[in-house]
């Protein structure tokens, strides 16, 4: 199969994941004279919900672009990199399930639980789409040992960030949607990565 049809199915993916996002955002409920007061109040009754939306949204933008990333130098697909990438699909489609359980329930350790281990499943998914692609030959020739390792690197640094908002929030809740809020933020980051993608468009000039 090639490789496109891969990258076509799993934007497809991410993108109805996204939209369904901001659909589990509900409208403030006002009375039909509203004052400012209760305008106010409804739009506080919905931050939970907005805040969820905005947070699944930035941790699925970052997925997309690691597996982006990752096919840029990937060269052929054999059979247990399409079951990866299915796995990855089930991991992500799951996420807006897992979101509005956040939304509904910010503080209760179990919805945090459930939150940690959906985004956890994506970015293990990721990692060992990545490690299979590399140790199977499916990379092309441009990826070194070195760059192989600096994205595990990347993708480690991600499953690390949302364990710990995990085991956290499951004790303190506020702490780990403060975690979780910061996770997405480490891969605005500089990395070894972006130098060697850098180095790769220098040549190719």
Known sequence: MESR????????????AMVLLV????LPELPAAPTPEAVIDSLSAVLPAVGSFALSFLVLGTLWMGHHGQFRHIRRVD??????NLLLLLSVAFVPFATVF??????QPAALVVYGATLLSCGLL?????SHAVGHGCVGEEVTP????AVRERLSMGMVAYLLATLVGAFAPKVGLLLFA???FLYMLPSRIDAAMLEEAALEE
């Open 23 to 26: 659909l589990q955002v509900p």
């Open 79 to 84: 059979r247990t990199l399409l079951w990866l």
């Open 5 to 16: 049809r891969i990258e076509a199915l799993v934007d497809g993916v991410f993108a109805i």
């Open 182 to 184: 910061c996770a997405p």
């Open 126 to 130: 990721l990692f060992v789409h990545w």
């Open 102 to 107: 956040l939304a509904r329930y910010p503080l």
């Open 146 to 149: 070195e760059v192989a390792e």
